[in-house]
């Protein structure tokens, strides 16, 4: 999507309000508030005069945010009821899956299809009515496909005259995380090693303290990977990046004279130690990483997202997911999966209490399941 702050139209944003029931009161605050937006041309330093915008939401406004998220509420509803259209195909991998035809984070969208001529078009009729709609505009520069290899040219041409959208190869990064096809490398990963090159090079001027150069390691540079780390698990980033990352940190927190390392008076592993055991406190990488895979774990066991319901369907249509061994011919995720819930088992004991837990198949006598 292009940048909504200069063309969102408030008439429609009035009428999205009413549509998912906001009192009028509210919404008449609410378009007092957009409508109260004037500007100012300065001309050689000095300001002429005022006019009044017409459309479009304040910078900085908080709820510029939350009306924007309404806003797109039309499109997602346009979206999802193209599962009940015959001539749509979305992305599924057997009948019994939840049928997903899109992902969104605020103004990013992933739309899923089969590449045929009739989904194509149904997609674009859609984007073109919601731009005349919402007087939002797609971002035709920054819009892309990708197709599942191998695919005929023939079907590439299709795509690109039906869209207007060009062609973009594997891997490309979305919210921060690499998409790819096929197995992990380690290229992917450079772009994160160099966002925290750059971050130590900007530090390296500063003088500071190791206490300070600590609390920037804590609280700084381990927040670069972090949302990585957790979008990727249960299969993380190669060790080979995870220790570049921390070879860099510990260099920094020696401190570096010209390029070169200084000696290092304890072991990376030493400081990872908690304060009260002698450390720092700075959290390893690869502990950080295990923690991350019992949460994936726990969250796949006990919450209804919608990466949850599409492993179900999946892997675990006819039985529970404790019960449940790598096949030859699945995923390799799903083999990490696997793999993570044999270590993730042994620390879950359910509490009988309410009665959400399986006789069966939940360890709820603390000595494993009864299976």
Known sequence: MAKAYDRVSWSYTCIMLRIMGFNERIIDMIWRT??????????????????????????????????????????????????????????????????????TFVDDIIIFTSGGRASLQKIMEILNNYEHTSRQQINRQKSHFMVSPPAFPATIRGVQQITGFTKKESPITYMGCPLYIGRMRIVYFNSLVAKVISRIK??????????????????????????????????????????????????????????????????????????????????SME????????????????????????LRAKYCQRSNSISKKWNSG????????MINKKESEKHITWRLHSGSCNFWWDNWLGDGALY
């Open 34 to 103: 957009m409508g109260n937006n004037w500007y100012s041309i300065i001309i050689t330093g000095t300001r002429c005069g005022f006019f009044h915008s017409t459309r479009g939401l304040k910078q900085g406004d908080p709820l510029a945010p939350s009306l924007f998220i309404i806003r797109v509420e039309l499109l997602f509803k346009m979206l999802n009821n193209l599962t009940h259209d015959q001539f749509f195909n979305g992305l599924y991998i057997e009948w019994r899956d939840p049928q997903i035809n899109h992902l």
């Open 202 to 283: 900007g530090w390296q001027s500063r003088i500071l303290s190791y206490g300070g150069r600590a609390t920037m390691i804590k609280h700084v540079l381990q927040s670069i990977p972090t949302h990585l780390l957790s979008a990727l698990t249960p299969s993380p980033p190669p060790k080979t990046i995870l220790r570049r990352v921390e070879k860099l940190a510990a260099n920094f927190f020696w401190g570096m004279e010209k390029d070169k390392n200084i000696y290092h008076r304890a072991s990376w592993q030493k400081l990872t130690f908690p304060t009260e055991e002698g450390g720092v406190g700075i959290k």
């Open 287 to 310: 502990d950080f990483c295990q923690t991350m895979k019992f949460e994936k774990w726990w969250l796949f066991r006990t919450k209804d997202s919608l990466w949850s319901k599409f």
């Open 330 to 337: 699945q995923s390799q995720k799903w083999k990490k999966m």
